[in-house]
């Protein structure tokens, strides 16, 4: 069964994709050098300029921004529009220091939620699904973004967040849920209070997990489908990158898609 969301883009050939990177590279890298000083900086320090950059195979020109220069721009340095064009901020914990803050326009949540919406068909989510969100929400990306991405499909969205494992176990049973958004360990931690409970796999109406947020072995894998009765699709993603949705797994299993 095909699984896409935008066939078209899913489905274009490697020139297709690379003519595509090309003429997008080249416009942000013109983009950021007019509008962000912190990386125009960046490019004269390392020589270049926009006119090096004329294809995809050039990116190596580029100099590397680590994630201590990301850091040091907080929290206006990486604006990159007007921030009356901008309608929201997401970012990461800031566990390790300061935080790094990302700021979306309409457009940009409107990109990323089409990459999570990406995701949730390859794992066989519909107009007919019922879709339980349990990343957390708030300024973690988990949650915002799996939300969109089921909007996006259509899927009856239940965002639950993170935590409160009987309610979660209630809203699985009581809507039927058939699609689960979290943590590998959350499902994990989730199935094993189901099977405390009394549920078998039989008895859950899950289909399919998209887990991602952490590493998560085979063997993991293979714990949470058995005791849940689904199959289970890892998905990655960063707060400096939209979130969700960089890169999921599709019916195969064998290893991710990058949403280029």
């Known amino acids: 069964m095909e699984r896409y969301y935008q066939k078209e883009i899913e489905t274009a050939s490697r020139e297709e994709i690379r003519a595509i990177q090309t003429e997008k590279l080249k416009k942000q890298v013109q983009h950021v050098w007019n509008d962000v000083p912190f990386y125009r900086k960046k490019m004269e320090e390392a020589g270049v300029t926009p006119d ?17 220069d990301l850091k040091e721009q907080y929290p206006y340095g990486l604006l990159g529009k007007p921030l009356k064009e901008c309608v929201r901020i997401q970012s990461t914990s800031g566990t390790t220091g300061k935080r790094v803050v990302a700021f979306y326009t309409q457009h940009d949540i409107d990109l990323w939620e089409d990459c999570c919406a990406r995701a949730i068909t390859a794992a ?3 107009d007919e699904d019922v879709c339980q969100v349990s990343y957390g929400y708030g300024l973690f990306t988990g949650g915002p973004g799996l939300n969109g991405g089921s909007h996006k499909v259509g899927c009856l969205t239940v965002p639950t967040s993170s935590g409160n494992t009987d309610r979660q176990i209630m809203f699985i049973m009581d809507l039927q849920a058939t699609i689960l958004c979290c943590t590998p360990s959350y499902a994990a931690y989730l199935g094993e209070r189901m099977k405390e409970l009394g549920y078998g796999p039989d008895d859950i109406p899950l289909k399919a997990g998209i887990f991602g947020a952490e590493a998560w072995s085979e063997e993991m894998r293979h714990s949470i489908e058995e005791t849940l009765g689904i199959k289970a699709y890892d ?23 990058v949403n280029e």
């Open 52 to 68: 090096d950059i004329q294809s995809i195979d050039d990116l190596c020109k580029l100099p590397f921004t680590t994630k201590d």
């Open 124 to 126: 066989g989510g519909t």
């Open 235 to 257: 998905i990655y993603g960063l707060t400096e990158i939209s979130g969700p949705g960089v890169s999921f797994e599709c019916s195969e299993q064998k290893g991710m898609h």
